[in-house]
Nanobody, 121 residues
Framework: QVQLVESGGGLVQAGGSLRLSCAAS????????RGWYRQAPGKQRELVAG???????NYADSVKGRFTISRDNAKNTVYLQMNNLKPEDTAVYYC???????????????WGQGTQVTVSS
């Protein structure tokens, strides 16, 4: 009962920037935590950036200092600003949302459709 729609993927040269967006709709009381994951061919899906309900963030070591996760509560939208992109950032990026209480997930976890990010050298 939560829908996540992603946008903003595309092709960019190394060193460039890209901004991903993920808008949530539906039964929004079911989610309070947002995040971005990515999956490259032949690799497991990995957490890129997370945003907790209290505003705290966490990032994969590989993107710290380059990527920033943020949100616009009025639009129910989370963003991933990606700067100084590298070819190894190439992957399908997925928006994620869930509800966490006391460190425990409550109910379902929701995923966006995925958006391709390709970084050329």
């Amino acid at each position: 009962q939560v829908q996540l729609v992603e946008s903003g993927g595309g092709l960019v040269q190394a060193g460039g920037s890209l901004r991903l967006s993920c808008a949530a709709s539906g039964s929004l009381f079911r989610i309070n935590t947002r995040g971005w994951y990515r999956q490259a061919p032949g690799k497991q899906r990995e957490l890129v950036a997370g945003l907790a309900s209290d505003g705290s963030t966490n990032y994969a070591d590989s993107v710290k200092g380059r990527f920033t996760i943020s949100r616009d509560n009025a639009k129910n939208t989370v963003y991933l600003q990606m700067n100084n992109l590298k070819p190894e950032d190439t992957a399908v990026y997925y928006c994620n949302a869930k509800k966490v209480l006391g460190g425990i997930r409550v109910g379902s976890e929701y995923w966006g459709q995925g958006t391709q990010v390709t970084v050329s050298s």
